[in-house]
């Protein structure tokens, strides 16, 4: 569903994204890392086909990234962190108008489908701008996914979520996943990320690690000293750049086996 290679984007002279190879395969959720200002978002927009990459080559959905922006567009989902919501309409309002903007052929029948899958049927008739975040989360999710798409963008689609709301979210995610629906999401939260099939740490805009839990686990081990390090122990370890990693140096303390994932 996914594949780039060596993905860069450079705004005048700053390089936001540096040399991004991925893969992501139809039915996964791959979980995108990093802390603020690693490229995750811009990542995603490129391959969102709304910003041309500078370098590198990509295919989504079978689409040239920079050729085919438009048929990538419309065959996505895009959640992005600011919620593309209209304030002033209504909760059905909202998801109404991107089910026209989709095309969906029965829209009434879909958008009720939704208010009831994501339990928005008290609040459907309340405009968007008086409710709490949790609620404006799930009328979001569901525009995005009004038109069914294959592929779907969730740019830290649970921040200031709570606990509760993040669960049902996941368990959707998961439903969405099992009908063949393939999830790119970035999150600041490490359950979250351990939810993932595979995830990937950004670091000033470059993917310095990648991989399955088990093995990201396998393949920091020595160097944090610990049998199974956590999610957590391997971002911080990333993050702070120890030794000052980067795609090749870091990996080849750990040996020259560990490279192939990184
Ligand atoms: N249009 C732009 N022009 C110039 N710089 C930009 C532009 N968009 C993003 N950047 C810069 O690129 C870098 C990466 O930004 P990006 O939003 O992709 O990071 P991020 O990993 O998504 O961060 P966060 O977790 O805070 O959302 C940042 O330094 C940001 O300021």
Redesign the pocket.
């Given at each position: 569903m996914i594949q780039l290679y060596e993905i860069t984007k450079e705004?005048g002279t700053?390089r936001?994204v540096d040399g991004v190879s991925l893969t992501v395969t139809k039915g996964k959720i791959f979980g995108l890392l990093?802390a603020?200002?690693?490229?995750?978002?811009?990542l995603i927009r490129m391959m969102c086909g709304i910003l041309p990459p500078s370098g590198g080559s990509g295919r989504v959905m079978g689409h040239d990234m920079i050729k085919g922006q438009k048929k990538i567009k419309r065959q996505i989902g895009y959640m992005s962190?600011k919620f593309s919501l209209y304030p002033d309409l209504t909760v059905k309002e909202n998801i109404l108008f991107y089910a026209r903007l989709y095309g969906v052929t029965d829209v009434r029948g879909r958008v009720n489908e939704l208010l009831e899958l994501f339990q928005l049927q008290e609040n459907s008739h309340k405009k968007v701008s008086s409710l709490g975040g949790g609620i404006r989360q799930r009328v979001a999710f569901a525009s995005a996914i009004v038109h069914s798409p294959p592929l779907l963008f969730l740019d830290?689609p649970t921040s200031g979520v709570d606990p509760l709301t993040r669960r049902l979210f996941w368990e959707q995610l998961y439903e969405l996943t099992e009908r063949g629906t393939t999830i790119l999401v970035t999150t600041h939260y490490m359950d979250e990320a351990e939810r993932c099939d595979e995830v990937g740490l950004?670091n000033e805009g470059k993917m310095v690690a990648k991989g399955g839990l088990n093995d990201l686990q396998c393949c920091f081990a020595d160097a944090l000293q610990k049998e199974k390090p956590s999610l957590e122990d391997i971002f911080v370890y990333v993050m702070t750049g120890q030794g000052g990693y980067d795609d090749g140096e870091g990996l080849g303390k750990m040996g020259p086996d560990d490279r192939r994932r990184i």
């Open positions: 705004f700053f936001a990093g603020n200002g690693a490229g995750k978002t811009t962190q830290e950004m």
